[in-house]
């Protein structure tokens, strides 16, 4: 058997000539194949092809088509025949290299759509086959797509050189596979492996195959587009329990598409010059991009992973290093350890020029990121620590690896990833210091890294098998997140902020038809992305329901069993419900006739939450349960009811104590009350610990409203978001609803008023465009206006008063009171008009970091103007000047300063706010700038903008576009929304070949405002067309458009029933 070393010799012999090899010319050396899509019954000349990787001498080759028979296709006349019948209708096609085998279809008929098989025969390689399907709208996409299980993979050993070079952005790779051989179904009578590729270039004369000892003669090479496949066709068949051992060589693509093994770059302002990086983002099946493997999260190995580097390079991976070879003169190859068993999806690879730094005490937890950001990166390297020791005690279980690293990516899509021991986070999810962010990017760090850390047990110890238990990886982080973040950021309060962050938030979400069960079929995971709200929201907010009806003590035990009898290897969310449940009945938490499976399958298997209606009647308490609708008509009945923990206190009792005093199994029930309880005022579900929504008679509503002020801040939060959602559903009228938000005029609690302003922005979404709309504002400024005074006249630097006067701040301004526009507009700049003849005195107090090679003066500029004279008008030449004040606008105000600017602003104030960005280096003041300018009410602005989002020399990265489109959205008074989807429609093929493989994630951004502001049935058939046109094209994001149908048509409805009662009610205030 070829030993490592020997494998690996062959690898840096064969790699040192790549450098000639361009990554566009990777696709020109190996088999590849397409067809039109999608293809509609009737449309003309649509193709199906495969490119073999050499000359097709015959000039003929085969196809298997849908129906399951053979047809010929004469390359040099352009027959198609089967069998000695010519088919009619079809015309063979190569092309000027004669490697095409092609076909085209005259009309496309009802036959023709399904899965067509390419054979080309090679006399001296093995054959190669093609597997395509021809797809209309409708279908949409290949749902068969797991591997087959008679082969299984056993280790990795991998050798992989990024050459980061222009022009030259390839990987040069070599694998080898050990794997078992087990009984299991296949469709080759064990005659092929199976396993997956993409956008990768197979050497197929250099696959070797032996099983036991004994080489396999491989006689076909196929590839499956839709699949991802690589099929390996074997002449003998493969024998069970016998050992397997696959080996290649390979080139795959160093593309810049935020996927697989990919390139970033960023400019290195301490060396002035572009730098260029290679890394990974593998979840959720782009493993397969960087190297051929079996990548299903189940099919976990141990990997020995080698990774080239120039020498002024530093690489990084999963494990600690464990040598060093030297290639030649100017590459190395760093050697790893061999990794624990894990799944593909958790590997990552970094090349750059990256240093680090870490806390005293802790050099095996490293925190990379260019050079000129280390600074930035103390506080993840304070915090990261502290988490990983708590999570120890937490779950009663060793964080199993010998190091972590953490590293900051220039360009990264999503916030952060797991990967085992080498967690990627986007550069904003990451970086901090005291001077340039504000205290909600203190909040987005400390929450990430929280969130990252516990994946190392959930979701990297122990791994769902397949993507539908996705919520347990990803909900189990978001609330674990939460109690890390809370160990090291206790003054932020973030075990109250859960309510605004995900209970209220997946609520909306929850409660449409278009929602999915948070455990959901997941059949092609590239379609049926499911990494949304209800895995990451719901999921948090039902495993803190479960830990509360199950006590700590008893949750945290069983999760910790959990861990013991599952590490290093999958489980499925029912493996869960029974650690817990053996720790329960030991602990003796649970009543005998119920179990957790019991209990939890009604939460995770059906969609949606319930309402729990309570009434006081004849001395008991009546309570019943419903499913929670957000629109009105829409009366859907589970068959299933959830078994639901109900807790409730009088205000005299302990409102902290969130003890469970019922279960609900029922549609309804009688609980016998107190001989006192007719005079007391009530409330239930305690701390909203449970996940549904409650609501009173009429008389108990009153009666909370008069207490409103005794409550605890959660409960007045909790009853807020209640009362208008189920007005809003038609459950309780406008009037007790608006009644009870009248008491935020003297709230001063942040997680109430953040539930306030959420719930009453609804109404001012669907009110905005009616004469009568100034009034409702009127009556909304007059709630905050007291609590705006308080919070503005305050200096507290307390985390939690500093995010209180950020979130009046902005809600201020957005209303319109005068005040607070005021303010930003003196904050941000001056119109002074040159004729002005008083002196004018600018005081630049502490001048911006990206400002100090122009404002170099010490630190305080004072220009005076005195009565500006006919000699002084040539250098004072514009009707206006706009003079920015470097009091360096407190990071924590930006947001709300930046946008009122450029809200009241115009175009020239814009233009400036652009210049901006492109200069800035400062990640707060980007982000903020990118926001701010969708704040426009220019609607010709917005058009400029959306044409820059895609102009290829604006510094905006694809990963920041989501603040873009989001801003934009968020235009309301230019009518952001619908602008954006026309444009999007007008633009498609554009756009969609800017963006590239990240042109479905940005295409849902761009879209995911557009029902927030929408209420008629214009609207709703202008998204009903947009998707019914594209929905092939939208991938996964196809779900996101179809919620937002099911929110315009409840917007709909929510405007024919309840849109007068709300003018109504305020003229009658």
Known sequence: MESFNNFRLFFLLGCLLLPGISSAGIEDMGFSLDRTYPAEIGDMNATVWCRASQPIQSRMCTMRVPGDFIITLDLESGAVSTGSTALEGYTAFTDQENRKCGIRIQSVVLEDLGQWECMIENAEAPNQIGFVNLLNNE??????????????????????????????????????????????????????IV??????????????????????????????????????YLEEPLTA???????????????????????????????????????????????????PCFDEPDMKANFTIGLGRKKNMISLSNMPKSGLVELNEDYVMDMYETSVRMSTYLLAFIVSEFGNTFAPGHENFKIWAQEEKIPELEYAADIGPKIVEFYEELFDYKFPLEKMDMAAIPDFQSGAMENWGLITYRDTAILYNQEDFSQSSRLRVVTVVAHELAHQWFGNLVTMKWWNDLWLNEGFASYIEYLGADHVAPEMKLLDQILNFDVHDVFYLDSLPSSHSISVNIENPIFQENFDRISYGKGSVLIRMMENFLTKKTFRQGLANYFKAHAYSNAEQDDLWASLEDQAQEDGVLNQNMTVKQIMDTWT??????????????????????????????????????????????????????????????????????????????????????????????????????????????????????????ARAGQLTYSIALELVSNIRSEMDYVTLGSAKNSLQFLMNMLAKDERFPGFQEYVRALLQDVYQQVSGSNSNEYMDVVTRSLVLDWACSLGIQDCIDTALIMIMYKVNPYFTAKLIVIMHIVNPDEKGEVYCTKILIMIMYSVNSDEKGWVHCTTIFIMIMYSVNPDEKGWVYCTGIKYGNEEDWDLAWDRLQKTNVLLEKSTLMTALGCTKDTALIDKYLERSIDPNSTIRTQDKRYVYLAIGDSSEADGSARMLTWL?????????????????????????????????????????????????????????????????????????????????????
């Open 241 to 291: 329990n016998l050992p397997l051992t696959i080996s290649f060589h390979f080139i795959s693509q160093l593309q810049d598409n935020l996927a697989g093994f990919y390139r970033s770059s960023y400019y290195d302002n301490l060396a002035n010059v572009t730098k260029t990086i290679a890394t990974t983002q593998f979840e959720s099946t782009d493993a397969r991009r960087a190297f």
């Open 195 to 232: 396993m997956h590729t993409r956008d990768t270039y197979i050497d197929e004369e250099s696959v070797l195959v032996s099983m036991d000892g004994f080489k396999l003669t491989v006689s076909s090479v196929g590839y499956d587009k839709e699949r991802d496949y690589l099929i390996l």
């Open 605 to 726: 298997l059906q969609k949606g939450y319930p309402v729990l209606n309570v009434d006081f009647r004849d001395g008991n308490w009546e309570i019943s349960q419903e499913k929670f609708n957000l629109n009105v008509e829409e009366k859907e009945k589970s068959e299933e009811l959830w078994k639901i923990p109900i807790s409730y206190r009088s205000l005299s009792e302990n409102l902290s104590d969130t003890t469970v005093n019922f279960w609900l199994s029922e549609a309804a029930a009688t609980i016998p009350a107190n001989s006192t309880d007719y005079n007391e005022t009530y409330i239930f579900n305690i701390g909203q610990m449970g996940y549904y929504r409650v609501n009173y008679s009429p008389e108990n509503w009153n009666r909370l409203i008069k207490s409103y002020t005794d409550l605890p801040n959660l409960s007045r939060a909790q009853l807020v978001d209640d009362a208008l959602n189920l």
């Open 139 to 192: 279908m949409g996409f290949v749902k068969d797509v797991r591997l087959p299980r008679h082969v299984l993979p056993v280790s990795y050993n991998l050798s992989l050189i990024p050459f980061i070079i222009e022009n030259n952005y390839t990987i040069d790779g070599n694998i080898r596979i050990e794997s078992n051989i087990v009984e299991a179904e296949n469709n080759c009578d064990d005659k092929c």
């Open 985 to 1069: 429609e007008d633009n498609w093929e554009k756009i969609k070949e800017f963006y590239g493989d990240t042109f479905v994630y940005n295409v849902k951004n761009m879209v995911l405002r557009y029902p927030e502001y929408s209420n008629t049935q214009e609207s709703f058939d202008k998204l009903r067309l947009f998707l019914s046109t594209h929905r092939g094209e939208l991938g996964s994001s196809a779900e996101s458009v179809d919620q937002s149908l099911d929110k315009i048509s409840a917007n709909i409805r929510w405007r024919e029933l309840f849109y007068e009662d709300i003018f109504t009610w305020v003229e009658g205030q």
